[in-house]
């Protein structure tokens, strides 16, 4: 095995979401580096892999990067993964990476679980393009700006948020973007996984009630929607259905449902149309 620095994606949750070549390369590495050695052990215990590891997470990546840039000079391959899903996004490694590209290492990727496309493809919102923005900020201020700057975007959002801040963001989200189809996806491909699925009051109304919220969470927001050139203006959509026999409600509902978007949405815009 030529010097490598393998970028090993590991399972989000459920043990058994790892590749048969994920688990090869584990075995045959001179060293695995984790964010998390405890969190890691878990993992090659379960699949009879006894190959030394080594903690590289943010406060130690500097000094880390170099003693692993001096295995790869003396031949070694080494296998770098996170706590959970691919290494690099929204966790350590870039130091790395950039160290091994710019000392003409080879850098190969094995790929694997990521919670963000797991919660994506599962969400129901458009998957044909998307933004992914890591973890939110933990300031409202800056959480409320980040949200304002995105609001024109067409593409789905998907952001990580810890339990304990779900309930702020999401009223922080009804303040600027209003009641926007959301998902909250939460501890994925684990005994309790759970999708809530709904606009964004409501699914704050149903985590409100909960006595607590714990667990891993990916929030999916459904983008602007785009409104096609040919598309009435949503008064004029609502009233056609009324004269093909709706009743109002089931009207909005369904101009709603049409347009991938909220029923206040569409009072909204009712309300300006008057």
Not at 138 to 154: D, P
């Amino acid at each position: 095995m030529a010097a490598t620095l393998y970028l090993v994606a590991t399972p989000i949750g459920n043990l058994e979401d790892i590749t048969f070549r994920a688990v090869r390369i584990l075995r045959e590495v001179s060293r695995i580096a984790c964010e998390d050695t405890r969190q890691t052990r878990k993992l090659l215990e379960h699949y009879g892999i006894r190959t030394p590891t080594l903690s590289y997470h943010e406060h130690n990546e500097r000094a880390r990067a170099g003693e692993l840039m001096d295995e790869l000079a003396g031949g070694l391959s080494i296998a770098l993964v996170s706590d959970s899903g691919m290494p690099l996004i929204s966790d350590p490694g870039y130091r790395l990476v950039e160290a091994a590209i710019q000392r003409g290492f080879r850098v190969e990727p094995v790929p694997g679980p990521t919670a963000a496309l797991t919660a994506l493809a599962a969400s129901g919102l458009p998957a044909d393009a998307f933004y992914f923005g890591g973890f939110l900020p933990a300031k409202a201020t800056r959480r409320r700006k980040l949200f304002e700057t995105l609001a024109a975007q067409s593409a789905t959002l998907v952001f990580y948020e810890a339990p304990h801040r779900i309930l702020e963001t999401l009223a922080d989200l009804c303040l600027v973007l209003g009641a926007r189809p959301v998902v909250v996806a939460r501890e994925m491909t684990k005994v309790h996984e759970e999708f809530l699925r709904g606009p964004a009051d409501e699914v704050l109304r149903v985590l409100s009630q909960r006595t607590s919220i714990k667990g891993e969470i990916t929030l999916l927001i459904r983008g602007e929607a785009a409104i096609a050139v040919d598309e009435p203006p949503v008064p004029v959509a609502v009233a056609s259905l009324m004269e093909d026999g709706w009743s109002r409600m089931d009207a909005i509902k369904e101009t709603a449902r049409r347009r991938a978007v909220g029923k206040r949405e569409v009072y909204r815009l009712l309300e300006e149309g008057k």
